[in-house]
């Protein structure tokens, strides 16, 4: 690793504590803000999550090699950590740093579309059964109790062994697909109560038809618990692609995701430690930094808090 | 006149609030004593610290955020309250000084029996066994006025209405035979009829049992209907103390007077029955924002600069012993202030 | 005052049945039907007050609300203006809804906590095409000024307002509409005393600037009196009793009214009032007693085995006030 | 009460169906046969065919379909090509070591999630909740398989006995669970002693022991019978990971490797399985709810 790839990590670093500093002052004014920061793990959390981000999309300037470079199989395999390769080289001679990074890309990345795809659905399905209720209700749920009754994990390794060569856009699919039938309850439970304040009350007495009122006026007040599951959800997907990889049914080898490099260094724990240490370690920082931020989320966006 | 059972004396109970930058000073240097056997009742408007004073009695004030002053005194058989060994305010606390609370819902815990919950006090400080503590339960729900008590014992707090929610309150409380008992709007949470059978029934069971009740509440008909005397607060101060009769024929706080005239009556003359009410202008200010002066000079009708620049110490109003009627307010030394008031905007 | 002709409101036969929980997939026979409304008929002449009082669960509240269609009753007629409110269309009921508008309790429920003042009293003039742009702009302030409030709290969010001044914002986004007809749904008993006489002079003012008619609905009677022209008593989701006001206060006929008037209390140590305290909770609606829904709690010295038996009718026992009790013509 | 009991067995009932149906579907429809993989069984194309024909993989799917749950009816769940045995049988071998592992992995998680979660609550704020709070957030964010690495290079291979061997993926599961469990039961006990009737039982006089071992607690276990019934079936089936790195002969082992070899009628079986924990998970969650909260317990009767 060179003095630019050192400065440029120093940068990505600098970067994530502007982002701290910046995403307090803008929240500061309100009182949800101050109690997310209230939290001693927030602004750590956030800190690391920005530091992730940034590194993740910057790859090129903070990685000496190309995360599928050989540097030198014969001398530099197994190589333990040094000024050259802080991280180590793997039993092919890659540097593990330049994998860790490019890595992010995948894993951050899996975890933030599933979630999308996975919220999207379920807060359709779960808006839509706890407006219309009745029987849209009854089917929706039921299909729903099915999805709980199987396990997610059982569930994608089916589809995935079964199916030859799933490219990584169908997984990211299938995780997110396989993920919403809990978020679809809450968005439901929440859609219920909601709908019986007064305020809903209130628009349609004043005569704002059904789109009005979910769209402004019930959906909003339900997106508390919306937002902080999504952010306790990005980090299980994390792991769940971590273990999908690991049992090599995954994102498929050459390309690095965190828990497949896990997987890689796995059989090598007694000679090269640092191959499964380092991906394992990150997986479980940034998992740690989204379930504080969603800790955090949680008391924030409390609106029992709101009028108090 | 004899010794007081409960003497409170420049009771300061503040709060931290929420982002940590202020002080609310809920309650701010209230004092006052209570008798054995009276009823006192404690009113003013929601925020102006009767709450917060009734649970500062027996400390049950949640720390943090809130925190009783050093130098506040609440004396009770001629000890301190706020300077007693956790244990030692054990062994008054549901014993000799008892609380029951608005909301006799929320109040009672869900997945216990009401006769568990009612013989708990007397099991812990009395000792009772088992058995006798059932007996005890019964007891006690025949003495409140419940139907069938020997399966009522049974029932669980969900199993029963809102009126006979409070009942079973009452008779935790009163488990132990108490000397004081706190009671703190009893009745807000409670239709009007049932508000009048819990009335009743307290009036009878401090005729039967003989304790002092603190009787906390807004309402000021409740308190003219049972209360001996009366303290009222506002921004988290007493402002105005007098035998119930003294004080609802010559109210002298600016604040008890606008209060008075905020209600409308059931008992007014068909001619004054409509029409506009003399209230209060604007609204109680935050506790942690109180004006300076006399902290309700910016909503009174005869405020002046000495009100501004001046805080009033209580003044007595004198009538009969000194003490008697006590007052916070400047227009007693310059009563011609007092004008005829217009009614609100 | 039975549907007269000056009548701005007119409800005949009001009924309203909630079914108990039903089984899977909504179907199923629902168990326990609680009768909320049943049978309610009253009118309001145009500019006065009806107050509607009872204790918690007698179905004041829905009566306000199937007036207004956010419930839909099971039977009966509501006419505002000869026009039958139960049988509107979509978009025709969207714009009676011009025309009726509710008040609630809870200020603190009644305002949407993401929007800001300014958002809210904006929603209906834009869902009306009432105004828009600077337009809205200064109907907002306007309206804010006539409610008592400074213009300036359009920027707020309603956490950041009192108690009161969101009842005021309430009041200001259902008189945003320009209606003729409020329902009022205990607009005050949420509110410290002080500002309840405030809000109550406030609405009183606006009555008489505005011409508006009221449906005060309240647990309080001492509020009603003050406020209303007409009075009904509800139990159990009937009408026990209905009279002009000062004939009801002085002279009630129905014994549960005279047992609430006197479990009032009154601010006033020296007062001697007969004080009647009722036995018992009240029955629930799902399970009322046969006979006159009253009796088991009624203290009236008469009561016989007719009032256990034959529910009484809702009928006049004197010039313009209407009881439903067997025993009306010897009040207790 | 007995009709409610029945309208939640025909629920069940359906929901397993759906389950198997669905399994079958995704199984059948999928690619590639149980011979030739490159985990399975290298076989010729004679055996090949003959066990096709043999397991009438080349009937259309429907008559396999109704086949299939006719032999389910009558409580045949198949025959396992890759194992060639009975499915039961091999379900019958690993279902009892899956439950030593799940129950002593349940027990740990609970037992020890409600303890941490009790006393971090006891102490809001101060430096053992603090501490503690963080190293369970720690623990629950790790991968699981990446936190047995450690102990497992040094002991796995020198100690061969069941206890032992038990003790490990337990640990594992145990901990990983009770992490969890301890993060909810904090927040469970912190809502439960801001409520009303906690300063009732502090105004009687009771000691903060009791009035947070006996008033509190017991409210504040009951969110956490939902999270028991959702770890349950969890643990029954999807320790998939924990068993694989542990080569613990469990139903989540058997499963995957059932998978990775094309073994229909096991992966169909595992499923089944799978859906019945977890209506009965469910059941048993809503039983508990009726013995620990009275105001079900009504309801229900």
Known sequence: MNVWNWLAVGGAAVLALVVVAEIRRRTGARASGRRFFRHPTAAPAVFVLAFFVTVALAAPLVTPYQPYFQIDIARLANHPPSTQNPLGTDPLSRDVWSRLVYGARISLGIGAIAMLVAVTTGVVVGGVAGYFRRWVDATLMRLVDVGLAMPRMFMLLMVVALWEHVPLAVLVLLIGLTGWFGTSRLVRAEVLSVREREFVAAARALGAEPGRVIFRHVLPNAAAPIIVSAALGIGNVMLLEAGLSFLGLGVPSPAPSWGNMIADGFPKMAVAPWCATFPGLAISLVVMALNAVGDALRDALDPRKETA | MTEPLLRVRDLKTYFVTEHGSGTARAVDGVSFDLHAGETLGLVGESGCGKTVTSLSVLRLIPEPPGHIRPGSFIEFAGRNLLTLAPRELRAIRGNQIAMIFQEPMTSLNPVFTVGYQIAEAAIVHQRLSRRAARTRAIEMLKLVGIPDPAQGVDHYPHQMSGGMRQRVMIAMALVCHPKVLIADEPTTALDVTIQAQILELLERLQAELGMAIMLITHDLGVVAGSADR?????????????????????????????????????????????????????????????????????????????????????????AGEPGTHTVRCWLLTEPQRRTARAPLP | MTSSAAALVDVQGLVKHFPGERGAFGLGRPRAVVRAVDDVSFAIASGQTLGLVGESGCGKSTVGRTILRLIEPDAGRVAIDGVNVLTLGGRELRALRRRMQIVFQDPYGSLNPRLTVRQT????????????????????????????????????????????????VGIARALSVEPQFLVLDEPVSALDVSVQAQVLNLLADLQQRRRLTYLFIAHDLAVVKHVADHVAVMYLGKIVERAPGPQLYAAPRHPYTTSLLSAVPVPDPKAQRPRIVLTGDVPSPAQPPPGCPFHPRCPHPKKDARCRTEPPALREVAPGQLAACHYAEEPL | MAAWLVRRLAASIAIVWAVVTLTFLIVHLAHGSPCGQPDGLPVSPAICADLTRRFGLDKPISTQYYKYLGALLHGDLGWSIALQRPVAAALAEALPNTFALALTALILDFALGVALGVYQA?????????????????????????????PQVHAFSCVADFAWHLTLPALTLGLVGAAGTARYQRAAMLEVVRQDFVRTARAKGLRERRVLLRHALRNALLPLITLFGLTFPFLLTGAVLVETVFAWPGMGRLAVTAILQRDYPIVTAAALVASVMVVLGNLLADALYGVADPRIRVRAT
């Open chain 4, 122 to 150: 006891a102490r809001e704020r101060r430096f053992g909740d603090i501490a503690l709070g963080n190293v369970a957030l720690f623990v629950n964010s790790m991968p699981t398989f990446w936190l047995v690495l450690c």
């Open chain 3, 121 to 168: 009293l904006a929603e209906p003039l834009a869902i009306h095409h009432l105004a828009a742009g600077a337009d809205a702009g200064r109907r907002i302030a306007a309206l804010l000024e006539e409610v008592g409030l400074d213009p300036g709290f359009a920027k707020s969010y309603a956490h950041e307002l009192s108690g009161g001044q969101r009842q005021r």
């Open chain 2, 230 to 318: 009366v303290v009222v607060m506002y921004a988290g101060q007493v402002v105005e103390q007098a035998p119930t009769p003294e004080l609802f024929a010559r109210p002298l706080h600016p604040y008890t007077e606008g209060l008075l005239a905020s209600v409308p009556r059931l008992d007014a003359p068909p001619a004054r029955a409509r029409g506009r009410l003399h209230g209060i202008p604007g609204q109680v200010p935050a506790a942690s924002d109180w004006p300076g002066g006399c902290r309700f000079h910016p909503r009174c009708p005869y405020a002046w600069d000495r009100c501004r620049d001046e805080e009033p110490p209580l003044l007595d109003a004198g």
